[in-house]
C-alpha cells in the first residue's frame, strides 16, 4: 500500500481500527501525511472474531434480532471514537464487506459520524459488476441516499472494483482509466490481497495521459460545501 501511494496511484486507505496490526497502520499513516485515511467500520467477518462471521447472518442478526442492537450501535460508536482519537483526520468511512450500507448499520453510523464530524462516506454503485450482490448493494446505496443528504455527508456515486474483488490487476485498473466516465468516480481495491503486485507508473502516466485527476474525499467534502454554499434561486 505504501509503495503505491508513494508512487502517486493510491490517495486514500481505511483503516479496522480493532484489528491486529492497527499499531503499524498508524505509523505508516503518520510517515506519508497525504495519504487520507478514513475508518474501514467493521462488524462482520472481523480478524478478532467479536462479531458475526458471516455478512448475510450479520444483516439477519441486526435486521431481525433488535435485542442484538444496543451492542452493535455501541460497537459503531466506540470505532468512530478509537478513530477520532488517533488522530489521523476525521473525513470518510466506509465498511468492511460495505456492511456500512447495512439500514441499522448506517442508522447508528450517521449518529456517530455527525459526532465527530465525519463528512463523507463510500456508496457502492458499480453498473459493470454483475450479480445479484451488485443489485443488493447498489439498492442499499440508493436507499442511503436521501439519509446522507439530510444529514450532509457527502458520497461518491458511482464505484469500480466490486466486479474485480479480490483479484484487481493491472489490465483491470488499464481497462477501468480507459472506460471512466465524466464526473467523480472511486476505484477501491486491496493492496497486498491481490493476486499480483500493481505497477503503479505506468498507470499513474496513463492517468495523465487520460487527464484523470487523482482525488481524495476531503477534496469532495470540499466541492460538496462549496456547492452547499452556493445561493439558491427561487422558483415559480
Not at 480493532?18 to 480478524?47: M, Q, S
Not at 483526520?89 to 459520524?113: C, F, I, K, Q
Not at 460545501?225 to 445561493?231: E, G, L, M, Q, Y
Request: include cysteine; hydrophobic fraction near 40%; aromatic fraction near 6%.
Amino acid at each position: 500500500m505504501e509503495r503505491l501511494h508513494v508512487a502517486g496511484l493510491l490517495t486514500q486507505a481505511s483503516l479496522m481500527v480493532e484489528e491486529p496490526g492497527v499499531e503499524e497502520a498508524v505509523r505508516i499513516a503518520r510517515r506519508n501525511p497525504r495519504l487520507l485515511v478514513g475508518l474501514h467500520l467493521t462488524v462482520c467477518t472481523d480478524f478478532s472474531g467479536r462479531y458475526p462471521a458471516s455478512p448475510t447472518a450479520a444483516g439477519l442478526r441486526y435486521a431481525l434480532l433488535p435485542w442484538t442492537r444496543r451492542a452493535l450501535r455501541e460497537a459503531v460508536d466506540r470505532q468512530f471514537a478509537r478513530f477520532a482519537e488517533l488522530d489521523l483526520g476525521n473525513v470518510y468511512w466506509d465498511g468492511h464487506t460495505h456492511s456500512h450500507l447495512h439500514p441499522v448499520v448506517l442508522r447508528y453510523a450517521l449518529e456517530a459520524a455527525q459526532k465527530h464530524n465525519v463528512k463523507v462516506m463510500r456508496l457502492v454503485q458499480d453498473e459493470t459488476a454483475p450479480g445479484l450482490a451488485a443489485r443488493i448493494l447498489g439498492g442499499l446505496s440508493e436507499r442511503a441516499k436521501p439519509l446522507l443528504r439530510t444529514a450532509a455527508i457527502a458520497q461518491v456515486e458511482r464505484s469500480r472494483g466490486l466486479a474485480a474483488t479480490g483479484r484487481v490487476n493491472q489490465r483491470f485498473i488499464e481497462q477501468t482509466l480507459d472506460t471512466l466516465p465524466e464526473g467523480w468516480t472511486e476505484l477501491y481495491w486491496h493492496p497486498g490481497a491481490e493476486p499480483e503486485e500493481l505497477d503503479a507508473p505506468p498507470l499513474v502516466e496513463r492517468m495523465e495521459r487520460l487527464a484523470i485527476t487523482r482525488v481524495t474525499s476531503r477534496d469532495l467534502a470540499e466541492e460538496f460545501s462549496r456547492r452547499d454554499a452556493k445561493p439558491q434561486r427561487k422558483r415559480t
